[in-house]
């Protein structure tokens, strides 16, 4: 069976930091884009960060840009989100999906999601 699967999320106080890790089952990611988006109560699905299938010219929507690194390894079957410098607005439901490119390309495979909470 195809299945992407989150994990690494958590509760954090703002400043912290967390590494989120999206793996493969079923078929391997090396061949696929891999995008990272969140979702909050009452706001729409945005996507956060993308990573090629090689692993170049990463992705980042302005609001992460400097604070989150994503990042693959290929022979884990494995995608990183690696989270700075959390705000309370980084607070959403984040998932992981898999597309044939970063630009103009559909995400066939998602995960489930894992709950990332900053708050004092």
């Known amino acids: 069976q195809l299945q992407l699967q989150e994990s690494g999320g958590g509760l954090v106080q703002p400043g912290g930091s967390l590494r989120l890790s999206c793996a493969a089952s079923g078929f391997t990611l090396d061949v696929y884009a891999i995008g990272w988006f969140r979702q909050a109560p009452g706001k729409e699905r945005e996507e956060v960060s993308c990573?090629?299938?090689?692993?170049?010219?990463?992705k980042y929507v302005d609001s992460v840009k400097g604070r989150f690194t994503i990042s693959r390894d290929n022979a884990k079957n494995t995608v990183y989100l690696q989270m700075n410098s959390l705000k309370p607005e980084d607070t959403a439901v984040y998932y992981c999906a898999a597309a044939g490119g970063c630009s103009g390309y559909l995400y066939k495979y998602w995960g489930q999601g894992t709950q990332v909470t900053v708050s004092s």
């Open positions: 990573i090629s299938n090689s692993g170049g010219s990463p």
